[in-house]
């Protein structure tokens, strides 16, 4: 009898021509949640120069069946803390594959010596869970995925509430617009952004992306719908913002941010944005609006439960730190 082995899994260096094949590997993981080639080499080409980028992938008779990645948040950076994942697809799980690629990593960023690696995984993804308990990750924070099936939406509750915040001196336009109004706007704009994202729950400290380096990323991304980003003015000052982007799914938007500046909190604006932003997406013909909310950021979930929003399963950032 002769005995059928499998080929041995080469763990390499990713190159650019990997590409589609990783993103493959990610939406079979993710099929829910797919991404696309064209976002991902617009996140990897925008990468600051501090910043460490790599990418290894698990390759079997010449096909990608894995992959495991680490990198240096611009938004939380810190030269020794990175945030990492390890994909596999899911036919060739339970083979001690995602175990290899964290070993190589391991060896890849040994330069760095790192104090702290993150990563997340989904409440129902127990083998990722397992895996980063396993290797001695601990849990820091929650996040909700929550989608709005827009055609359904009815505005009407909500409309009196809104109008107020309308009555109540503010302007409201479109980023596209102001673009087009006022030549300073970015710069108006990235400062704005960067004090309402030092307010964002996350596991830590914000470092904000010089004007400089933000603007050509900004709007260079193909995501990027000035016309689906709002904006509230009170005396030509920014006072809150709500922002939609394209998904890889066309029927799809993203909520990127939805904020209010300290000086202007709790004179529902927030909502008023929201409420145009659905509006948008509704006009468009778009069936979904998903959004992110860390799970104690009262404040944006109960708008947003309030409007309709379902939740799905929670996502769990882990950390480990060196000792």
Not at 4 to 25: E, F, G
Not at 63 to 88: C, D, E, S, W
Not at 166 to 193: I, Q, S, V
Request: aromatic letters at 10%.
């Amino acid at each position: 009898m002769i005995t059928m082995t499998k080929s041995t899994v080469l763990i390499r260096q990713y190159t650019d021509s990997d590409l589609p094949a990783m993103i493959d590997v990610r939406n079979s993981c993710y099929p829910d949640n797919p991404d696309h080639v064209e976002e991902w080499r617009h996140w990897i080409g925008s990468m600051p120069d501090h910043c460490v980028f790599n990418i290894l992938v698990a390759e079997q008779d010449e096909q990608i069946i894995g992959a495991g990645y680490y990198f240096h948040t611009p938004g939380m950076f810190h030269p020794r803390k990175l945030l990492m994942n390890i994909i596999v697809r899911p036919e060739q799980r339970k083979r001690g594959i995602g175990n290899q690629l964290f070993d190589r990593m391991r060896a890849a960023w040994a330069e760095i010596d790192p104090i702290t690696l993150r990563c997340d995984a989904r409440e129902d993804m127990t083998a990722s869970l397992r895996f980063a308990q396993k290797h001695g990750f601990i849990e820091e924070m929650r996040s909700w995925e929550s989608y709005l099936e827009v055609q359904n939406f009815d505005p009407t509750p909500f409309l009196a509430k809104a109008q107020q915040a309308e009555a109540g001196g503010f302007e409201f336009a479109t980023l596209g617009e102001m673009l087009e109004r006022d030549p300073e706007f970015k710069r108006k704009y990235h400062a704005a952004l960067n004090e309402m994202l030092a307010d964002v729950p996350r596991p830590d400290t914000f470092t904000p992306r010089s004007f400089e380096e933000w603007e050509p990323v900004y709007f260079s991304d193909k995501s990027l719908m000035p016309a689906a980003h709002f904006v509230a003015l009170h005396n030509g000052e920014i006072a809150a913002v709500s922002q939609l982007w394209k998904a890889p799914l066309p029927e799809k938007l993203y909520t990127g941010l939805t904020a209010t500046r300290r000086a202007y909190r709790r004179k529902g604006l927030a909502l008023a944005l929201k409420l145009r932003a659905i509006g948008f997406a509704k006009a468009h013909g778009v069936k979904e609006v998903s959004t992110g909310n860390e799970s104690n950021n009262r404040g944006m979930l109960s708008i947003n439960e309030a409007l309709g929003f379902v939740k799905r399963p929670i996502w769990i950032s882990f950390a480990w730190n060196k000792e």
